[in-house]
């Protein structure tokens, strides 16, 4: 299977997980099917067998919030039955809505409140480094969700350690939960702002499967500080209800009407 069905189907997963629950973050696990598809379909080191392994490639999804995109991801890469996505958020639950590592085999961080997942990156990256164990540390923040002081901190640590074992994508959707992110504070230019920390920068379409994979592998060769891969997103990509919704799309239904239509759009 290519990477463009890849993602189609990890979009359709994702809605199954959702629509089981009726509603949940739609946009926002929409927007990172693609960088999800290239990692899992080409970079990440990981075995299913054996999620836990010390020596691996570790994913910090820390908008947690868009676990569903990633349970499909796992699902459909064999970590768990894909019968487990019509499980999202139910009582004893291993997918809970926010992503835990201690539930679900696969996730590397537990994360939900914005802000941290950068920070519980750079430590891991730190202890691969100290350990001269090889393994990449990718990150997933929102473009909201740069809000957080915490991030800049990160940031500091990440250059001062030079963490080039780090890549920090920015899934920049240019929303958050209640409004346009340059209406509620603009953290534009934030290719500048990683770049004066001393990160190696680049920014490309998110939705492009090629141009992320060329990023990566950009990255992946250039060594001696941490690196930031901004990704220009939709949020609610692949759907055309979705994508048309406005930032209602940050949490919305997946009606079994609207989720029919979505998988006729996705085939
Ligand atoms: C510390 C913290 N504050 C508030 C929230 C509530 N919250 C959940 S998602 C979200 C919007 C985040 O926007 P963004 O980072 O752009 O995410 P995306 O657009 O990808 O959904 C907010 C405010 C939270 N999870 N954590
Ligand atoms: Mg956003």
């Not at 990718?138 to 990440?158: H, K, P, R, S, W």
Request: aromatic fraction near 6%; include cysteine; proline fraction near 2%.
């Amino acid at each position: 299977m290519g990477v463009v069905e890849f993602s189609k189907q990890i979009r359709r997963e994702t809605l199954r997980c959702i629509h089981s629950q009726g509603s949940g973050h739609v946009g926002g696990s929409l927007s990172i099917a693609d960088v999800l598809a290239v990692l899992y379909d080409k970079y990440m080191d990981v075995d299913k067998a054996d999620p836990k392994r010390e020596i691996r490639d570790r994913l910090v999804l820390s908008k947690g919030h868009a676990g569903p995109a990633l349970y499909a991801t796992l699902a459909l890469k064999g970590f768990f039955p894909l019968e487990w996505l019509d499980t999202l958020n139910v009582l004893g639950t291993k997918l809970p809505s926010h992503v835990n590592i201690n539930l679900t085999p696969g996730v590397d961080m537990t994360a939900g409140s914005l802000g941290q997942g950068m920070s519980c990156a750079c430590g891991l990256a730190l202890a691969n480094k100290i350990k001269n164990q090889r393994g990449y540390v990718y990150v997933i923040c929102g473009d909201g969700e740069l809000q957080e002081g915490q991030n800049y901190e990160a940031m500091m640590f990440a250059a001062n350690k030079k963490l080039d074992n780090m890549i920090v994508f920015v899934d920049n959707n240019k929303m958050q939960i209640d409004g346009l992110t340059k209406d509620v504070m603009n953290i534009e230019d934030i290719e500048a702002k990683f770049k004066s920390f001393d990160f190696i920068t680049d920014r490309v379409d998110g939705h492009d499967h090629k141009a992320i994979d060329n990023a990566i592998s950009r990255a992946r060769n250039e060594h001696g500080a941490p690196h930031c891969i901004v990704l220009d997103t939709i949020k609610g990509k692949g759907v055309s209800i979705y994508e048309n919704m406005g930032v209602g799309v940050h949490s919305t239904t997946v009606t079994d009407e609207q989720y029919a239509i979505a998988l006729d759009e996705l085939k």
